[in-house]
């Protein structure tokens, strides 16, 4: 591999978002598609988190949600509270994220089966109810102003002021989320590509041999915990900065499968998938809006009562659409429709995903002899892929 | 001295709701192990097909139950003959997402239909009706609630362990190619799986769209997934487990509701099922009755 294909191979994605983040928010004049931009730089955030804790720790959350209401409202107590600068609320929220998801991460891994489900579950539960409840910090159900420093040196991101060009908030803060994706991008490939990554898809193939060959599957899990955590809580501090404002209500049950709608209909175990999942899934209600006039069945929004389905509902029922059949034909996203099918691990991912083969026990628990062939070949097929 | 009683009371009933609820994930996860997201779905179209047959076609109220349930089972049955192989064979995730794409769908298209206002009534015999038992003041639908969920559980246990259905159902359950090979058709397997947890759902729809339990409303999925703590706490490899966990949420929600004091804000008799999971996944994660789970490394 040529060292300008190894290049593009691993920076070419977060190069690209790079790029459209000084490119995009800035030139994006309508306010409907700079939230676009807003929400599908957030939630690709989340999901690029997501992608290595579900794609390579093999961990389903549903409650990532939880995390990002932690950054946020931490961002929040730093920032507005006590009235810390930009780099330090932010790094604050990230890490908090990041000590969450390592005390998580532990309980999570001693079970097998279905846990982590219910434990982000409760999560979830309790980050609503000490928001709600917790009136002195959070605001209660009322939510808090959330008005932290935006300046970074020179720049506000507030609002840029740019060749003789002011931005405001939603243009400004889209290129801060962007660019603060492709460091993340960058970050979330060296985890993938390097020692932890590797052991993962290693553990992914046969989690006793991996264990046998000396690689620290717990240890490396938990580093996936972490990660996702720490992601999510600094998606939610940039969340909660450009919104201003911060409830409870946005960290619920259905914000959370959002992240995974996007991350799965994108393509997971792929760079590019996260970005793609939350771009698609951000666009849709904008694009029926656009289409909503020349569709009969959808109520126009400034209708009151049953004038037919409103375009929120719409929006809803696409997603649904779109998961029960993106999975069924595409289980490992969009992303992976046109990729060649012998891609090493990638390979090993997709098929891991699409089968649990005959081996596995009813209550969860899978048997201890390798059910699939690529479980066999994955261990001697990633050391390849490996880069220097 | 009664309130302890009372709230115990109302507790089982809510217990009852989720015992129903959780059964119906219970089953479906250990006979086919997809963790059925659209259970909550069939809750919600369950007590608005109930509306439908009793306010909206003037069915006597019992028969527009068994309706309800009758629909909702045909319609699990459907789910499952279109895609229920597939997602027994597929990951976790993907069951899981699938099944709540077929949630996304649901909730909209109800609205549509019902619109999405809280204020419809199933009209219910029940209505707020309370009912004087030895100095305690009951609500007629509890009563109602806890003897008829008594009644289908036991069915439903008396399905799983003395009928031949059952039977093969549990089989699949605990070791799938060991079913198979005994010629157990997975088919009816997972077509018997779904419709009777799309029954159950239903039943626990009907109930809780009482004018007791909230009335029909958009929010009837919220039932559904309150139970999924129960699931844990009783013991996720015995479906008995389910039904257990669930009154056991529904006790502690009574409780916690009744006691707590209001420092704790409102919302802790919501968290408090979810504080007892987390506690049950570290001390005893095998749940109340289910069987020791494995270590992983």
């Known amino acids: ?388 | 001295m009664t309130e302890p009683l009372q709230l115990g009371i109302a507790g089982l009933g809510l217990g009852g709701l989720y015992a129903l609820t959780a059964m119906g994930f219970a089953i479906v996860l250990r006979a086919t192990r997809v963790l059925n997201m659209f259970q909550a779905g069939v809750v919600l179209i369950g007590g608005y097909l109930c509306y439908a047959a009793h306010v909206q076609w003037h069915l006597p109220f019992p028969v527009a139950v068994v309706v309800a349930m009758a629909i909702c089972a045909a319609l699990g049955a459907l789910v499952a003959v279109l895609i229920g192989a597939r997602l027994a064979r597929a990951s976790l995730l993907t069951s899981v997402l699938v099944t709540v794409g077929l949630l996304y769908v649901a909730q909209p298209v109800v609205q549509a239909i019902w619109g999405d206002n809280n204020l419809l009534s199933l009209d219910d015999p029940w209505g707020l009706r309370q009912v004087r038992l030895g100095g305690l003041q009951i609500a007629a639908r509890d009563l109602w609630l806890i003897g008829t969920a008594a009644v289908v559980l036991a069915g439903v246990w008396y399905l799983l362990n003395r009928t031949t259905l059952g039977i093969a159902m549990r089989a699949a359950a605990s070791d799938r190619e060991a079913a198979l090979a005994q010629g157990i058709n997975p088919r009816m397997i997972i077509g018997a799986s779904w419709a009777i947890a799309a029954a159950l759902g239903a039943l626990a729809g009907v109930m809780s769209a009482t004018a007791v339990g909230g009335g029909v409303r958009p929010s009837l999925v919220g039932v559904a997934f309150a139970s999924l703590p129960g699931m844990i706490v009783g013991g996720l490899s015995s479906t008995g487990g389910a039904a257990i966990g669930g009154v056991a949420i529904g006790l502690i929600q009574a409780f916690v509701a009744g006691y707590a004091p209001s420092v704790l804000g409102a919302g802790i008799s919501d968290t408090a099922p979810y504080l007892l999971l987390l506690v049950v996944l570290l001390v005893r994660p095998r749940g109340l009755i289910g069987d020791p789970v494995v270590r992983s490394s």
């Open chain 1, 1 to 388: 591999m040529t060292t300008l294909s190894r290049i593009v191979r691993c920076y070419g994605a977060p190069i690209v978002v790079a790029i459209l983040a000084l490119a995009l928010p800035l030139n994006v004049a309508s306010p409907a598609w700079q939230s676009v931009l807003i929400f599908t730089g957030i939630g690709a955030l989340v999901a690029v988190g997501l992608n290595v804790l579900t794609g390579y720790a093999g961990q389903i959350s549903l409650g990532q949600a939880a995390f990002v209401g932690l950054g946020a409202y931490g961002a929040v107590v730093l920032g507005v509270r006590s009235g810390l600068p930009l780099p330090l609320w932010l790094l604050g929220a990230t890490v908090t994220g990041g000590l969450l998801g390592a005390v998580v991460g532990p309980l999570a891994l001693r079970l097998r089966g279905p846990y982590l489900i219910f434990v982000s579950l409760a999560l979830l539960s309790l980050l609503n109810y000490v928001a709600s409840s917790w009136t002195s910090v959070t605001g209660g159900t009322a939510g808090t102003p959330a008005t932290m420093s935006l300046r970074l040196g020179g720049l506000d991101f507030g609002a840029l002021s740019l060749g003789g060009m002011r931005y405001d908030l939603a243009q400004s803060m889209g290129v801060l989320i962007w660019l603060v994706l492709a460091v993340v991008m960058v970050v979330a490939g060296h985890l993938a590509r390097g020692r932890v990554g590797r052991g993962l898809r290693a553990v992914r193939g046969n989690e006793a041999i991996a264990g046998s060959l000396g690689i620290p599957v717990a240890r490396y899990k938990i580093v996936a915990f972490v990660f996702a955590g720490a992601v999510a809580a600094l998606a939610g501090a940039l969340y909660a900065a450009q919104a201003g404002y911060v409830t409870p209500e946005n960290f619920s049950m259905d914000t959370s499968i959002e992240y995974l709608i996007m991350l799965v209909v994108g393509g997971i175990g792929t760079q590019v998938g996260p970005v793609l999942g939350a771009f698609v899934i951000s666009a849709i209600p904008e694009i029926l809006l656009l289409v909503s006039p020349s569709l009969p069945f959808v109520a126009s929004p400034n209708s009151i009562g049953g004038g037919g389905i409103s375009v929120d509902e719409l929006s809803t029922v696409i997603y649904g659409v779109l998961l029960v059949v993106v999975l069924l034909v595409a289980p490992n996203g969009l992303a992976t429709l046109w990729r060649s099918r012998g891609n090493g691990a990638a390979a090993a991912l997709r098929s891991r995903h699409r089968s649990r083969g005959p081996g596995r026990r009813g209550d969860g628990t899978p048997s201890t002899t390798p059910t699939h062939p690529a479980s066999r070949t994955t261990i001697s097929t990633t050391p390849q892929r490996s880069t220097k």
